[in-house]
């Protein structure tokens, strides 16, 4: 079952593309930087030059929030500067990529990396959505301890006691 997002942030996802110095690759693409609110315009438009590289605005998505990952958030936040991952996958045709996800979870985004041909790479967060998944956090955080569990001497798991330590010296 799949818990719905209560905070969905609206954002467009800027694509930049150099010539690879391969004979493999013709072209090496990665996310950009992520803006906030949704654009008017279409997916794949060519928003010019910077720095040797195309820039093309690749298209909209949704930073969804969900109170099951703020630990993930507080993470994210407290490294000083935040990050977006954002993830691209390859279409087999042009455009290259489509847009999959966008996310300011942590571990969501570590565990995104994971997976196959996808294209996983870290953006600045911008500062309006900072201010969002900060609110967000102070709003529905909830610190939850830390269980130790044991394995019995049949070899399931248990919930550690935290008066058995003491008496086995732990």
Excluded at 38 to 56: I, K, R, Y
Excluded at 79 to 108: F, H, N
């Amino acid at each position: 079952m799949t818990v719905p997002a209560l905070v969905r942030l609206p954002v467009g996802v800027v694509v930049g593309r150099r010539k690879a110095d391969s004979p493999w690759l013709d072209y090496v693409w990665r996310p950009i930087s992520v803006l906030v609110g949704e654009m008017e315009a279409a997916p794949w438009t060519a928003l010019g030059e910077d720095g040797g590289q195309s820039l093309f605005y690749a298209g909209n998505v949704e930073i969804e929030l969900h109170r099951t990952a703020t630990l993930g958030y507080r993470v994210n936040l407290a490294t000083g500067t935040p990050l977006l991952w954002v993830v691209l996958r390859p279409t087999g045709e042009e455009p290259p990529y489509s847009v999959l996800t966008v996310t300011a979870d942590a571990a969501e985004g570590e565990s995104l990396t994971e997976v196959g041909s996808d294209l996983v790479e870290t953006v600045p967060m911008p500062e309006p959505i900072r201010r969002q998944v900060e609110s967000f956090v102070a709003e529905h955080h909830i610190e939850r301890p830390f269980v130790k569990r044991q394995r019995d001497r049949g070899g399931s798991l248990r919930l550690a006691d935290p008066a058995d330590w003491e008496k086995d010296g732990k």
